[in-house]
């Protein structure tokens, strides 16, 4: 299985300050096909998991453009412009590259 | 718009069964595979199963193999996850999801649209 891990645990942020969210997968994410099946979450309190991210660095529809995906093989970032109050919440990187697919333990991100 | 309706969880004793069903609407549900994955009280979010669009194709995760099985049925645009021998570990909300493209593998294909969640407890 493909092990997904995440840093930090917890982020406090400050509003309209920028902040980024590493992944690190166990084995390259890298397909032939050039794309990387890497997919961002963020799971707002108390709601269901939303698609921020999907093959690295494409935002999902409705995304606000301060959300951005980065890397490739086994080395992922996300990267929040300027923060604002809405984005606090735990995001969770996802392998889709092959079942099972995995996700990484959780960064917990909150306003400072 | 993509609505995801789950039902079914509940409290149930160790060794018992129990089926959940989620039911889709403001897409068509035959063209997409589907997937459930579940989230233990304050934890993380771990992947349970999924199936192809069309049934075809079905895959599970290790903690669930052998014991849970996902199925659909596209006259009812319905998703179901019926799990046996329910053990205390298998306590979680458990999510169904859709994926982003028709017609697209089980992987590769973001899970795009998650449902609201229904909590299943085990125990006695």
């Known amino acids: 299985d493909i092990v997904m891990t995440q840093a930090p645990l917890s982020l406090p942020v400050i509003p309209g300050e920028p902040a980024s969210i590493s992944c690190r997968s166990s084995?390259?994410?890298?397909?032939?096909?050039?794309?990387?099946?890497l997919n961002w979450y963020l799971q707002k309190p108390g709601q269901s998991p939303q698609l921020l991210i999907y093959?690295?660095?494409n935002r999902a529809s409705g995304v606000p453009d301060r959300f951005s995906g980065s890397g490739s093989g086994i080395d992922f970032t996300l990267r929040i412009s300027r923060v604002e109050a809405e984005d606090v919440g735990v995001y969770y990187c996802?392998?889709?590259?092959?079942?099972?697919?995995?996700f990484g333990g959780g960064t917990k991100v909150e306003i400072k | 718009q993509v609505r995801l309706d789950t039902s079914g969880g509940g409290v149930v004793q160790p060794g018992k069964s129990l089926r959940l069903s989620c039911a889709g609407s403001g897409f068509t549900f035959k063209n997409y595979a589907m997937h459930w994955v579940r989230q233990a009280p304050g934890k993380g979010l771990e992947w349970v199963a999924a199936?192809?669009?069309?049934?075809?194709?079905?895959y599970y995760g290790d903690s669930v193999k052998g014991r849970f099985t996902i199925s659909r049925d596209n006259s009812k645009d319905t998703l179901y996850l019926h799990m046996n021998s329910l053990r205390p570990e298998d306590t979680a909300v458990y999510y169904c999801a859709k994926v982003m493209f028709a017609f697209g593998g089980l992987t590769v294909n973001p899970p795009d649209s998650w449902g609201q969640g229904t909590l299943v407890t085990v125990s006695s």
């Open positions: 199936v192809a669009f069309d049934g075809s194709n079905k």
């Open positions: 093959l690295g660095s």
């Open positions: 996802m392998q889709a590259l092959q079942t099972p697919l995995t």
């Open positions: 084995q390259s994410l890298l397909h032939s096909s050039g794309d990387n099946y």
